[in-house]
């Protein structure tokens, strides 16, 4: 069979060569160089003698386990769904340094799922799934694998609203709400995490930035669709802080407060009011780096964040 | 016949739209340990190829011209053989996350980090035909192209193809193929920054060898007697149509092409440059098959012989 359907052309060959290997981009290449050197393990770089959860409110705990059991489903996304951008950079032919850099990306987020699954797991407990888990939504998946294999799709569209947009948010949460874990392990945790996501994000920037010049208005216009649909069918569906789901979904008030709770006794998460004041300025800030290439993001409406 | 990219990605598409994928319960706990065990060992045996390897101890001028264009040539017929690893393994840790979020952690962490440990492999043989000369990024060989060139990837996403299958050929036959070729090669060279890169690359293959018999070993007794015989297929299949034209041994390429390649492995074999001779890589073939053929039997696994005009039976 496996060698039946290529005979038959059911399975298709890529255009593989030239294969080439030489860096063309040399500020990604660097992305790569500097991950190979900044390499962890969640089980000996954590200070975990230091978590001791017995000294927290029992609400706490149970709060932080749900938090940072929500993180491992999010994290999990990344390495169920973003590798299907490397066999796309493959498929595509795409510049090396693209393909060498996202093979450790991949690592990293499989990293960050062990490594929040590992915090819930030593808080108590891990939760396998939400209280009511969906059959497909906005809890479930972030829809990177569709687009990633999506012809229709552009890899700048799909770069804009995973990177740019998801990645960005969630990394300005963890920046303006590190200073509040004060559990030593949970803080390590965060800027180990960090300290990767920063790179992920400069990926997405340093690409598009260096294509922008080529953007055809078509291009640009995949970029907006792709971001606005990030923003209104994700973010503000819940996919990472249930807060700021605008339907509700299905989740029960003990998940949707667990962020604001574990944060609180500094174990991880963020509050209401830390997303009232980051995302608003996240939006800000991405429409004005989006500009120059010609991307106008519109107002979003949210009922508690308000237009913006 | 190669494809153009949107065609390619649909077929991809169509491939993954097969699955409906059950992310929840997503459980991370350990179920098969020794596959765990390989993850953690990938941790924390990580490497760099810009750091770890002593390049500046390498003096390709001390080379004569055609050995040392020997050795260009085998490494960068090596990157060719190598680059593929990142696609397919790719490939199957998505197929194993739309499989189930339930079942396979162990395997999709240990997944999530192999692509690139492949990358690193593949910047190794890139660095050193860089400084024998120039990597080649093209085999300008029709032939040669078509050969080193399988829509592996793909196969992992298929859903009619049991992921056992995939492993047993991808992983039981040819990682282990490539193991064994990377410790006889690392054996009979003498270019000290040769043999530390080889050394690396072999004990990142160890791990992938024992990834491939640990998923095995969890899996295959259950599979039922139709599953088991697609299996067996799928590993004929390799060996008669892949590695028996050379896809990993320049001394099986078919013989309008195979003189430049061979000639070029001799030599560099005879200057402890990284390769092995013929015989050697021949033996290692004959070696791994039978290897195979006596762990499948395990679960009633019947590999059969093969015949070549070269090798004979194995």
């Given at each position: 069979m496996l060698l039946q359907k290529e005979h038959a052309e059911t399975y298709v060959q890529e255009h593989?060569?030239?294969?080439s290997l030489a860096p063309e981009m040399p500020s990604v290449w660097d992305l790569w160089q500097r991950s190979k050197t900044l390499e962890w393990d969640p089980q000996v770089d954590i200070?975990?003698?230091?978590?001791?959860?017995?000294?927290?409110d029992p609400d706490a705990i149970l709060a932080a386990r749900r938090y940072w059991s929500r993180r491992t489903w999010g994290e999990y996304g990344a390495i169920s769904e973003s590798p299907a951008l490397l066999l796309r950079f493959n498929l595509e032919n795409r510049l090396p340094d693209l393909r060498f850099y996202f093979t450790m990306r991949t690592q990293e987020e499989g990293r960050h799922a062990e490594a929040s699954w590992l915090m819930a797991e030593r808080l108590g407990g891990y939760f396998?799934?939400?209280?009511?888990?969906?059959?497909?939504g906005a809890v479930g998946t972030h829809g990177v694998r569709r687009m990633a294999f999506?012809?229709?799709?552009?890899l700048e569209g799909i770069f804009a609203a995973l990177v740019c947009a998801a990645e960005e948010i969630l990394i300005d949460v963890f920046k303006a709400t590190?200073?509040?874990?004060?559990n030593p392990a949970v803080r390590r945790l965060m800027q180990l995490i960090l300290r990767d996501e920063v790179r992920h994000i400069a990926f997405g920037w340093k690409c598009l930035d260096a294509w922008a010049p080529t953007f055809t208005p078509e291009t640009v216009t995949n970029i907006e669709t792709a971001v606005i649909t990030m923003i209104e069918n994700v973010e503000f569906r819940g996919?990472?802080?249930?807060?700021?789901a605008i339907e509700g979904g299905d989740a029960t008030p003990e998940e949707i407060d667990a962020d604001r709770a574990s944060c609180e006794a500094g174990l991880g998460g963020n509050t209401p009011e830390d997303e009232m004041k980051v995302f608003p300025d996240f939006v800000k800030k991405i429409r004005a780096r989006m500009a120059p290439w010609g991307v106008e993001l519109p107002l979003f409406h949210h009922p508690r964040l308000g237009a913006i | 016949m190669e494809t153009d990219p949107a065609s390619l990605l649909k077929a991809y598409q169509g491939q993954e739209k097969a699955f409906i994928e059950r992310?929840?319960?997503l459980r991370f706990t350990p179920e098969i340990p020794v596959i765990r065990e390989l993850y953690n060992q990938a941790k924390g045996l990580r490497w760099d190829p810009t750091t770890d390897?002593?390049?500046?101890?390498?003096?390709?001028?001390?080379?004569a011209d055609d050995v040392r264009e020997a050795a260009r040539l085998t490494w960068s017929r090596r990157a060719w053989s190598t680059y593929p690893g990142i696609g397919e393994n790719t490939a199957l840790l998505v197929r194993l996350c739309l499989e189930s979020g339930a079942l396979g952690m162990d395997a999709k962490l240990f997944l999530s980090f192999r692509p690139a440990e492949e990358a690193k492999h593949l910047e190794v043989c890139f660095m050193l035909a860089e400084r024998l000369g120039g990597y080649m990024?093209?085999?300008?060989d029709i032939e040669l192209r078509e050969l080193s060139n399988h829509p592996f990837a793909q196969a992992a996403l298929d859903?009619?193809?049991p992921i056992e299958a995939f492993v047993a050929a991808l992983g039981a036959l040819d990682d282990q193929l490539e193991l064994n070729l990377a410790t006889a090669r690392l054996q009979s060279s003498r270019n000290e920054v040769m043999r530390q890169a080889l050394r690396l690359i072999a004990t990142d293959k160890q791990r992938h060898v024992m990834f491939a018999w640990g998923f095995l070993d969890a899996r295959?007794?259950?599979?039922?007697a139709a599953e088991k015989a697609i299996v067996i297929d799928a590993i004929c299949e390799l060996v008669e149509e892949v590695i028996f034209v050379g896809y990993r041994n320049?001394?099986?390429?078919p013989s309008t092409i195979r003189e430049v390649w061979l000639e070029a492995d001799e030599l560099a074999a005879k200057h402890g440059l990284g390769a092995s001779s013929a015989e050697m890589e021949r033996r290692i073939l004959r070696v791994t098959v039978a290897q195979l053929r006596e762990r499948l039997a395990v679960w009633g696994l019947v590999l059969p012989q093969f015949e070549h005009t070269e090798l004979g039976i194995i």
């Open positions: 593989r060569y030239p294969l200070p975990w003698e230091s978590l001791n959860p017995e000294q927290y396998p799934q939400p209280e009511n888990p969906p059959t497909a999506d012809p229709d799709t552009s590190l200073h509040k874990a004060t996919y990472r802080n249930l807060w700021l | 992310r929840f319960p390897i002593p390049w500046a101890r390498f003096d390709p001028d001390a080379l990024a093209d085999p300008v859903k009619e193809l295959l007794s259950a599979l039922a320049a001394c099986l390429l």
